[in-house]
Every structure is written in C-alpha cells, then in structure tokens.
C-alpha cells in the first residue's frame, strides 16, 4: 500500500450492534466524544466531510431490492495521521482506503495488455 | 426505514473483483460509461461529490487499537466507491442506482440515506423516553 496518497483518505466506520449492551448514558458519552473526534479534526483541517448514515435499500441485478442494516460511517480525510475513535473500544472497526481519481478498473484495463506483453515476451 | 432524507443519499458500490473475468475493452467502456454517467449527475447538480478507491487498505479495530492491512470483507462485498447524491427521496436514489453500469457485471449498489444526528443517539433518546413513558 502506497504511504502517501494525494487524493485523501476514506474512513469507513464499520459495526452496527456495538452499542447494544451500553446504557442510554454511555451512549451518550461516546456519541460526545465522537462529535468532539470529529470537531477537531475538522477544526485541524483534516477531514474535508464526514456523513451518518441510516438503514438503507441493495440494488443488484440478481436479488433486486433488498434491506441492508445500519447504521455506518463514512468519513473522508486529508491527510493520514489521526487519534483515534472513541467508538473502537466498544467494538467497531474502521477500514481505511487511499480515494483515487482514476476508476481501478481503468488502471486494469491498462495492465493486462502490458502484463500479456510481458507474458508473450519472456514465453 | 424512512423515505425521506434531507441530508441527501450515498450510493456504495460493493464488488471489486466483478470485471476480472472481462476484455480490457469492456472494463474500458464500462469504465467511459461509469464516468459519463457520473458527470451527468454532477452536471444536473444531482451528485454532489464521488470516488472510486484503490483496492487496498487498512483495518483499525478493538480496544487496543490493532491495525491490519485488507482485503477485508469477500470481494463481492467490498466498497469499491460511492457517490453522494442531492436527492429528498429514496424513490430517486434507487431510481438512479437502477441506472449503475456495473449492474449487469454483477456488482451491487448500496443505497443508505444520510443521517442529520447519529443514529446510535436518536435510538438512546428515544429509548429513554420509552423508560420515562
């Protein structure tokens, strides 16, 4: 994985039954110190956005509409390094992508005529 | 699940291994009609921002903070990309996932609306309220 990435860096929060088995108040809490997480990376011109997202609809060609579960994160940054979220003791994950501006399948479409070159070239 | 979103709609493509079995002419085309169907919807005002992501990653989880590099779901079920859409409805937001490229390939769109508050929050208060009632 490249260590630096021009195009920034998605963070997904990952997890939706986490929070099952806390009270109301540690909720709460943690909810307040993720606002603040995310304040202060905003605040350090960090992260250019960040979204909540709720339960929502699957559209494929084979099963048609079906309903996924919720709720989960996605948090675009600027730059890598970040303290950590206050929700990861609880049990989430976070998956951490390098977003690029070109489609990967453009750069694959790309490298299979040179990888069958090189193929044809070394046979 | 509400209908509505003020906040708009995020569109999450999962697949990322769903064009292996193609010519790169095809990933090319599928590649132009992704990008023209993209540009359609920022130019009507409809998208309001969207990126593909590179394959690669990391996972950071649990209390001690343990990171560890992807693969990290099944291939079918990885987020290859997405794009968030200016619309008020679910109706719309499905209605412009029907229109994904990739469909026919075998990649799946994600539709989730955007949330105004936390939604672990929402479900705290109103369980609370529930306990007071």
Known sequence: MSAQNQNGYLLLFRGNEWYHELSVEEVQKVNNQCKAWFERLAAGGKVKGGHLVRKGAIISEKSGRVVSDGPFTAIAIARTRTSPSP???????????????????ETCARQIPREEQFASASA | MSTQSQNGYMLIFRGTDWYKGLSPEQMQQIADNWMAWFNRLKDQGTAVSGNPLEPEGRIVSGKNRVVSDGPFAESKESIGGYFLLKVSSMDEAVAIAQQCPGLQYGIRVEVRPVAGECPVAAEARSEKQLAHA
């Open chain 1, 87 to 105: 929700s990861l003791a609880y049990g989430t994950s976070i998956e951490v992508r390098p977003v690029t501006d070109e489609c990967p399948l």
